[in-house]
């Protein structure tokens, strides 16, 4: 089945496609659902994914069957009915796609209750046994404080892990799963998140222990400075009031990584929320981990009014110049017109 038939049978059950290369973007009408970019749909098989339930990817069959509510075969052949149809059974099952491992929870008991190293960082015991992290002492975790990462069904299917020695060359964090596809630590903080209607985006499980340790617990974590379009997609679905990218505020440094990925990632998500939910503010050290309880205070006084939409004005010169770099990959005038909000310097 070409795409030119299956854009076809699409359009003919109602679904609004938007083109977006290799795959359509389009509500789950089959729901009811209104969000235009829920469902992704691969143009070459037909496969797809629904990102607000974070279903697995799924056949085209399976989605024309839920659309039209039946279990018919035949009736489901009119619509796909074609020479093709030996093809599109042999096209799906030879399509790649990256599937989940998911992971006993009894792995965690060979995690060692060592909590010195964040200890000393002013991380609880409390809030450790919380996020179930401990110290692995084999494996491809070994000697990492190990963090395990959950999925929306509450199993396993990934983990962070951070190195503990200082004198290791090992990159600091490395990661087992599909990163892409993590919400971290949703089961920790949805109800929070539901609750204030806001959501903190930070790049570092250690910023998120930090925060909780500090009271904020409406807490996501991005495992970089690249927000993932599982992120959005979750983002999109819970639809909070506000979302305050607090990426790491590296002011020292030439070129601030972490406020340049702030305004990237404003920018990226003001094409799917109402840039007037999303605000940047960040730490008000090098990332959270660095601030104590004094620091915490400053930072939150400091949010109030950047709510107030009183933003610094360093980061308006700094959108200005990513926009002139980045001139025919985006609009900049829209976003220029956008960042008016941020009119005054809050320091």
């Known amino acids: 089945m070409d795409k030119d038939k299956i854009q076809e049978v699409l359009t003919s059950l109602g679904y609004t496609l938007s083109d977006k290369g290799s795959y359509w973007q389009t509500s ?165 998140i539901q609750k204030k209607q806001e959501v903190i985006l930070v790049e570092s499980i250690g910023d998120v222990l930090s925060l909780f340790e500090n009271g904020y617990k409406n807490i996501l974590c991005t495992f970089g400075l690249e927000i993932s379009p599982s992120l959005i997609s979750y983002l999109v679905g819970v639809n909070p009031k506000k979302i305050i990218i607090s990426f790491n505020n590296d002011k020292l440094s030439k070129n601030n990584a972490g406020k340049n990925g702030a305004i990237k990632n404003f920018l990226k998500l003001q094409k799917f929320l109402d840039n007037q939910k999303i605000y940047i503010h960040l730490p008000t050290k090098n990332d959270f981990g660095e601030m104590n309880s004094e620091d915490f205070t400053e930072w939150s006084n400091k949010l109030l009014k950047v709510e107030k939409q009183e933003h610094d004005l360093n980061i308006i010169n700094d959108v200005n110049k990513i926009l002139r770099s980045e001139q025919g990959k985006s609009s900049p005038k829209s976003y220029i017109n956008n960042f008016k909000k941020f009119k005054k310097i809050y320091e």
């Not at 990102?51 to 990817?57: E, F, R």
């Not at 503990?164 to 089961?187: C, D, E, L, Q, R």
Request: proline letters at 4%.
């Open 28 to 192: 789950a009408i089959f729901r009811g659902g209104d969000n235009k970019t829920a469902i992704q749909i691969y143009k070459d098989t037909g496969i797809w994914k629904d990102y607000v339930q974070q279903t697995p990817y799924m056949p085209f069959e399976k989605l024309l069957k839920i659309t039209l509510k039946t279990n018919d075969d035949s009736l489901i052949k009119n619509y796909i009915k074609t020479d093709c149809d030996f093809d599109f059974e042999r096209r799906t099952s030879e399509k790649k796609i990256e599937m989940e491992k998911i992971y006993p929870e009894s792995s965690l008991s060979r995690l060692l209750p060592h909590y010195k190293f964040y200890n000393d960082r002013g991380i609880s015991t409390d809030t450790l046994k919380l996020f179930k992290g401990g110290l692995a002492t084999e494996g491809k975790m070994f000697q990492r404080f190990v963090f395990p990462i959950f999925n929306s069904d509450n199993k396993i299917h990934g983990f962070s892990g951070r190195i503990m020695s200082k004198s290791s060359t090992a990159p600091k964090w490395k990661h087992v799963g599909v990163k892409s596809k993590w919400i971290y630590p949703h089961n920790l903080s949805l109800n929070e």
